[in-house]
């Protein structure tokens, strides 16, 4: 992983906030707005229940007044029996007032009150009920219009009280109501908070398990524990170790053969070495240190090509990756290997179309080498006196193919998978013809990977006349040359 993904990942950790925390402050802002409308629902309930009961006591009132009007000639009269006043002064928490006036009688009993100008806010019976201000407080009013029983004069009789007790018996009711719901918010909160870290543990568990892993034991995760919920993030992770472990087990695999590969030519330049030292003339010296030579060639090869795989990593090498002249590239490849094909004595050929330009999206130094070890195996396993075409040619609107084709003596078919294998050496370097063609058996996999890094593919045929190897790279074209 590149170090600026690595700091992006610690940036967003840091960021992140627990699953509980996240899930209350989720389910606090709608838990709060519950509480707010339950609360504006209640205190309206309250106040109407309280209105209602109190309304009842003043329409009551109202109507025993009425009882106690007479009538004479039209007009009323009202007889206030001793010590009935005190019907209305017994309460300490309101103030309570009646007024009783005839139209034509006028003040008939009690203090002035006009009728408020205000809306009708209640009627029970013939009662009507108003909210009012008087001596600067809110008063509960309760007016009943009386007429005379054969025409006359209509008597109005008030009685008014201010509101104290309804509001007390409002925030009582109010507050009874509100309590089981301020716990039952919070009970609810502890259970989801308890719920989710019971919920939690079993993860907690498998990142100890994980925890105690190491680079050799990468052993799959058992989510059987988990909640199903978590399963796609546990696939991934498993099949990421997965990964990892046969990642880790070809990297050491490569390892070790790479170290037996390099062991030879090193222990044969030593004995070369020591061998040259015991001898004492030059003449006899020289074969010794040609031979030490080849060692040393084999070894510097050797190291170039597992230098270059250890390279040719997808990642990185996709950023060097430029449009390149196909044709030119090959062309320039090829004459390059024109001396050695001379002193093999093997006839190197270039075909490409007339005027076609190929273009592909490609890094040239990798393609380079790619292309000279499919030479390179040509010259060798073909040997003296073959025919090596290199060709260039469009495979179709989307595809260049490259090809190396000799006419010696091609790869049978049941091998044709496992020369592309690191360190595999086919069975016919074994033979007579072959011996002396020191290989490690790295170059057609230098050429697998760097054919797939370009995103096309590796073929591996038989040349033209059903004799020899054709070795062709299908590589994605960038664009064709509308000169075609
Ligand atoms: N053109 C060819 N004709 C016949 N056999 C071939 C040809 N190219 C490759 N092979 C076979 O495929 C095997 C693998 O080739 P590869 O290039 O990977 O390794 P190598 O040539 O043995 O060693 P080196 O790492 O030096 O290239 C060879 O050992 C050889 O048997
Ligand atoms: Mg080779």
Known sequence: MKFTRCAALATSLSKSTSLRQQLLRRLLPPLCLLFSLSGINSYYQAFKTANEAYDHWLADSVNSLSQLLSWHEGRASFIFPNGAQRMFEWDDTDKTYFHVAGSQSGNLAGDPISRPASVIVNQLGKVQLFDATFKTEVIRVAVLNVSAPQGGESVEIIVAETQHKRNDLARKILLDSLFPLIVLILVAICVVWFELSRAL?????????????????????????????????????????DRLRTALLTQRRFIADAAHQLRTPLTGLKLNVDDALRETTWAGAEPIMRQAQISADQLVRLTNQL??????????????????????????????????SLEKGVDLGFEAPEGLGLIIQSDDV???EAIANLIDNALRYAGAGARVTLEVRRFDAQTAVVSVEDNGPGIPEHERHAVLQRFYRGEGTQSHQLTGTHGSGLGLSIVKEVVQTHGGQLQI?????????KISMLLPLLTINPSL
């Open 366 to 368: 990798m393609l380079k």
């Open 307 to 340: 230098l270059f795989l250890a390279r040719a990593e997808p990642d990185t090498t996709r950023t060097r990756f430029k449009p390149v002249d196909l044709i030119a590239l090959v062309f320039e490849t090829g004459a390059q290997w024109v001396p050695r």
């Open 461 to 469: 045929d038989t040349g033209r006349d059903g004799a020899g190897a």
């Open 201 to 241: 543990t079993p993860i907690h568990t498998v990142a100890r398990s994980l925890e105690n892993q190491t680079h050799l034991s990468l052993d799959r995760i058992d989510d059987t524990v988990l909640p199903s919920e978590v399963h796609p993030l546990t696939h991934a992770l498993n099949d990421l170790l």
